[in-house]
């Protein structure tokens, strides 16, 4: 495998969507700082989001009214000036050992890349409640394969017929989704109503349905996934997947009901 004298093989655009993403912006685009190209997409930020993601040279910010995960990160893709994108959000932070894998790997066209995500909650890293093991196909060469339109939990599909194939990768990153209870609920406020705009017209629900995902959210959780070893953490997020299966599904009810 030959490699360019002085630098990197691979050229690679990471793709961020940002909204008052300040919290952790400088830490995940220093992670990134060997990347050939970071597209920031920002959807309306009034904090320093922005002023940050100015101090890095190899940022490119473009702005944009949000229009679901999965078309942003498409428009992300198609605003790289590389073939191979990076989706990573921003609040994560990639190891080295990824970025480096990513740079010096001799990456197939064919193929997609998936790597280890550590989930963390109040600075631990959760090893229960469906958080661990946990992996995400998150590098891809965009003529081949590109995120669904999903609003909300998209994922990357062939842009062929020939099934996606996906290699896994030794590095990882390291997800802080939350810093507070407050921002758990704004989120499951947020991702919920997303569920039901996705899903209206397409998918069944009820109360009764809304009810039993939830205490099966939280028995699985919980017990089965083992969240009790947690503690308070685990305690916490087996609460807030039952309370987001529960408001899901009210709110697909309420939207079914609304489009008869």
């Not at 998936?114 to 229960?128: D, E, G, L, T």
Request: hydrophobic residues 35%; glycine residues 6%; contains cysteine.
């Amino acid at each position: 495998m030959k490699k360019f004298i002085g630098g990197a093989m691979n050229k690679i655009s990471a793709v961020i969507l940002t909204k008052n993403s300040q919290r952790l912006l400088k830490e995940v685009l220093q992670a990134l700082s060997k990347i050939d190209e970071i597209v920031i997409l920002d959807n309306g930020s009034e904090d320093e989001t922005l002023e940050i993601a100015k101090n890095f040279s190899n940022v490119r910010i473009y702005h944009h009214d949000f229009i679901g995960f999965g078309a942003m990160k498409r428009l992300g893709s198609k605003l790289a000036k590389n073939d191979w994108i990076l989706s990573i959000d921003s609040d994560e932070i990639a190891s080295k050992e990824l970025i480096d894998e990513l740079l010096e790997k001799e990456l197939k066209e064919d193929f997609c890349y998936s790597y280890a995500v550590k989930n963390y909650f109040n600075h631990r890293h959760i090893k229960s409640c469906g958080w661990y093991p946990d992996r995400f196909c998150g590098i891809y060469y965009k003529h081949n394969a590109n995120f669904d339109d999903s609003a909300v939990h998209e994922k990357i599909i062939s842009l062929s017929p020939k099934p996606l194939k996906v290699i896994p990768l030794q590095g990882y990153i390291s997800h802080y989704p939350y810093q507070n209870t407050s921002e758990f609920l704004a989120k499951m406020q947020k991702y919920t109503t997303l569920y039901a705009q996705d899903f209206a017209g397409k998918k069944q629900s009820s109360p009764l349905k809304a009810l039993l995902h939830c205490l099966w959210c939280f028995f699985k959780n919980y017990f089965l996934q083992k969240g009790f070893l947690e503690g308070y953490e685990g305690f916490v997020i087996a609460s807030y997947n039952a309370q987001s299966a529960f408001w899901k599904y009210i709110k697909l009810y309420e939207a079914n009901q609304g489009k008869k």
